[in-house]
């Protein structure tokens, strides 16, 4: 080897020195045959001496437009992609990615966000404005399912403790899908966004015609409808024990008004409990007069009651009466029914109006088909839009988005029907039967639905 010159320069065959700060001097990269990085501040290494690609253990070179060259999507990390699929994303869809996650329908180009992560009640808001945003329906409708809890299949006399749901998304018979923790009659029902609710009721056998010999409860029980599990006891209790009580709902709370305390007394309270825990209703009001077996509807902001009866004396009611949910308070006359004194009918409800069908006419005695509508938005009677499939009493009703439903109920004692009936919100006319009970019932807990 020749000879090395030492001048603290970095020409050929000249000794480095490193700086003051242990670092190699101003150099050429290109001179440079092995790289020890930490000792090296400016210079250029050439390309063909880097390992570059897009592999594992690759340094990724930019292109002569400064762009990452073509990579898998699966290389990056940190990168929150949208979600592809042929549906529309449902309340129930629980993203992952919480508020922010991106839904793309593939099936019709459609785009949503989620705004609102809360579980079981997601809201996914379209950025396209085709088919509308996907939020949690009101208590008062439902989704998914119907339901019919309890009654009698009145021969043989027996109290029903089963609790059938049919679908509101096809049209088909109903299926047995969970128990109450007793049979029971003549109860109220009602619904929040995760369970349905019983209340109150009777649970004696019948013996013959005349012969109830009512075992009358101030239980309010509960069922979930994500695991279609038996009802339990809330251990919470009503301000009085009643059958022939109806119910309504409001987002947080479950209403109960009207009934019977005893065998042959009827009352006008207006009870509350809440969803969120296990308290004790309250009496917050009074109906305006005494009422058995009066259709409950519910809207966000009002609960409604149609028609009813009172006892001894089995006189019946036409008025339709409303109590505020905001304020505690007594029931108001807001109209009347269209066919005159009515009890045991099967209420729905719509967006905008209160849905009566079949019943129970008093003077003169007639079992009713008839289906009778009601505004929301102003005190006015109720008119006559339609006919159900059958005349009968003591019914169950229910409330999807678009329809309304009928089932069970008696035209003559004791023929319990098992009657499935729907009849649309959007345009007048008579229901049709979309299917069948498991089995035939009357004298249900109703308004319950998910």
Known sequence: MGDVIIDGNTGANRLVILDANGKIPALDGSNVTLLAGANFSTGTIPVAQIDTGTAAGKVVKLD????????SGAALTGV???????SNPVIATNPSGGVGTEW?????????ICTDATAGANVWTSTGGRSGDIVPVAHYQGANYGYHV????????????NIQKYSFTSDGNATDVADLHDGVINGAGCSSSTHGYQMGGNTSTITNNNNWSP?????ITKFQFSSDGDSVDTTANLSVGRQNLRGCMSETYGYTHGGAPHADDTTNVIDKFPFASSANATDVGNLINLTQSGGGHSTTTYGYVSGGYTYPGSLGANTIQRYSFSSDGDATDVGDLNS?????????TSATHGYSSAGFQHAPNTYLNN????????????????DSTSARVHVSGSSSI???YCTGGYPSWPNALNIIDKYSFSTDGNATDVGDLVTGSAYPSDTVQY
């Open 371 to 386: 289906i009778q509508k009601f505004a929301f938005a102003s005190s006015a009677n109720a008119t006559d839009v339609g």
């Open 104 to 112: 793309q329908n593939t099936t019709t180009g459609e785009i949503f």
């Open 150 to 161: 309890g009654g009698s299949p009145l021969a043989p006399y027996d109290y029903l403790d």
């Open 80 to 86: 929150a992609g949208a979600t592809k699929n042929a």
């Open 215 to 219: 075992n009358i409860h101030d239980w």
């Open 340 to 348: 005159g004194k009515v009890m045991g009918n099967g209420p729905s």
């Open 402 to 404: 678009t329809y309304g």
């Open 64 to 71: 002569g437009n400064a762009k990452l060259p073509a990579v």
